[in-house]
């Protein structure tokens, strides 16, 4: 440190005067750095605020889309729907009274794969009504956890069908009101895409749990992720990346959680998908 000689009084006074702005221009340095931090920490946490609010409103945008496409699929169904059901019908019965006949018993293999075709296009028509489907859904209040525990068995011979696996993990959660058919539809089509989505030995794996007030049905395969390409076009019906696929599945779930008030969300990612149905509480 240089030490400073003062040969007169008014040196050593303009000395001190230095150095308390010096000492008081630090602290304004200090409080300045402060205010600055603050605000930034204040503009950083607006920001997110706002890409949060952006990504909502675009999820919004999109659910919007996805049910007016499924307004017109349910119009053009229930428009069409019984009108071309009646006549595979009577198709369907006349095939098969002649496949068991004698003289045409060499073509048997034929009737069996037209009857199988009516039976898929029929399929695929039940689809297009259960998304067209304007009747109020039959709820009533029950367990969640307990329609999955007599559904689980039907699932899992499904996955041992396919050389899979999958898992049940229920916890705690508050009774909901559901229409149980419509809810197996949705849970058994959530399962089935898991398990396509996998490879042999990957494992399904079904959770319940309760966010705040909300009971939670999670669904999580071990396949390879949505591709980015696919996310925004997720339940939009005829949208298909399986090669025998229809596009109503999920379609139909969308459709169904709507009629529950339910909320269906995703998580994607290299070690699979995860699919969340959020069931409100039920008014008392």
């Known amino acids: 440190m240089i030490a400073a000689k003062f040969y007169r009084i008014e040196d050593w006074e ?4 230095i150095k308390k702005e010096l000492i008081e221009l630090k602290a304004y340095r200090l409080n300045l750095q402060e205010m600055v931090d603050k605000r ?6 607006e920001f997110e605020k706002r890409v949060d609010i952006e990504r909502k409103l675009t999820m919004l945008e999109r659910e919007v889309s996805k049910l007016e496409r499924l307004n ?3 119009q053009l ?3 069409l729907g019984h009108e071309v059901r009646n006549p595979m019908t009577t198709i369907r019965g006349f095939l098969q009274m002649l496949q068991n006949k004698t003289d045409l018993v060499t073509y048997k293999s034929y009737f069996d ?3 199988e075709e009516i039976d898929r296009t029929n399929s695929i028509i039940t689809d297009f009504l259960s998304i067209a489907k304007n009747n109020p859904t039959v709820r009533r209040r029950q367990c969640l956890n307990q329609l999955l525990t007599n559904l689980f068995p039907l699932i899992q011979a499904d996955a041992f069908s396919q050389g899979k696996k999958c898992v049940f993990e229920p916890t705690d959660i508050t009774e909901v009101e559901i229409d149980p058919n419509e809810v197996t539809q949705l849970v058994l089509n959530f399962a089935r895409n898991g398990f ?8 399904l794996t079904i959770k319940t749990f309760m966010d705040g007030e909300i009971a939670v049905l999670s669904i999580k395969d071990e396949g390879k992720g949505i591709n980015n390409e696919h996310i925004s076009k997720l339940g939009t019906p005829f949208f298909t990346t399986k090669e025998n696929g229809t596009g109503l599945g999920l379609p139909m779930c969308y459709s169904i959680a709507d009629r529950h008030n339910a909320l269906i969300e995703f998580k994607t990612g290299t070690d699979g998908t995860t699919f969340l149905v959020r069931f409100p509480q039920p008014p008392e």
């Open 14 to 17: 303009r000395f001190v005067d």
């Open 72 to 74: 017109v699929i349910g």
């Open 113 to 115: 794969l037209m009857i």
């Open 77 to 79: 169904a229930a428009g």
């Open 40 to 45: 930034t920490e204040e503009l950083k946490l």
């Open 196 to 203: 396509e989505a996998m490879p042999l030995e990957g494992c």
